[in-house]
């Protein structure tokens, strides 16, 4: 099946741990992308890829990292840097980064920091 | 900077109803617009793209509109059923082709 993986699906950690988030598509698409959920907020963008070894900041990139040294694999890192890491984490993937192209979203993690 | 704005925030209907869910945006230069669908604690599902060149898509009983001028979408779902009970959420690309995101319209269809 193809399609985009994020694992783990819960994820606790305690207060000044980084923590990285894996995400894993199969689509053959060159753009990647990370957003965060909170409850009653829209999607907001952290970081965003359209190729390998190319990563751009999104709307709230502060205190997270990525990295894209495989065209597959886009994980994302929170770092203690983040003031209130505490909420639902999505992948996303699309063919590239042009009007055409459908977004196609993982099952989300959820990251939980006490 | 666009702004998404979806109403209403949440809808409880019957089953057998039609529906009307609103996406508004504030800058009408826009390259396309998602339809999503999430289930509580799960990634979105697509349901249907609508390119700026487009007036509307449709697929099953879902039928999605699109008037750039006014800045408006509108998805309309026929024949409601609780099978359909979840968020809809719109998203509108503009210049830097990264999508902009409604907070969604939560709609539960009761037997």
């Known amino acids: 099946d193809g399609g985009i993986t994020q694992s783990p699906k819960y994820l606790f950690r305690k207060e000044g741990q980084n923590v990285t988030l894996s995400c894993e598509q199969n689509l053959n698409h060159d753009a990647m992308y990370w957003y965060r959920q909170d409850p009653g907020q829209g999607l907001r963008l952290i970081y965003y890829?359209?190729?390998?070894?190319?990563?751009q900041k999104g709307d709230i990139a502060e205190g997270y990292s990525v990295s894209r040294e495989k065209k597959e694999s886009f994980p994302l890192t929170v770092t203690s840097a983040q003031k209130n890491p505490t909420a639902f984490y999505l992948c996303?993937?699309?063919?590239?980064?042009?009007?055409?192209?459908?977004?196609?979203f993982g099952p989300g993690t959820r990251l939980t920091v006490t | 900077k666009q702004e998404v704005t979806q109403i209403p925030a949440a809808l409880s209907v019957p089953e057998g109803e039609n529906l009307v869910l609103n996406c508004s945006f504030t800058d009408s230069a826009i390259y396309n617009l998602q339809w999503f669908r999430q289930d509580p604690g799960k990634g979105l599902t697509s349901l249907l793209l609508?390119?700026?060149?487009?007036r509307e898509q449709t697929s099953g009983r879902l039928n999605a509109s699109l008037d750039k001028s006014s800045g408006r979408s509108t998805l309309y779902i026929a024949a409601s059923q609780p099978g359909d009970s979840a968020t809809y959420l719109c998203a509108v690309e503009g210049g830097s082709y990264i999508p902009t995101f409604g907070r969604g319209t939560s709609l539960i269809v009761h037997p």
């Open positions: 996303a993937s699309s063919q590239g980064l042009a009007s055409s192209y459908e977004q196609y």
């Open positions: 890829s359209q190729i390998v070894n190319d990563f």
């Open positions: 609508i390119q700026s060149s487009q």
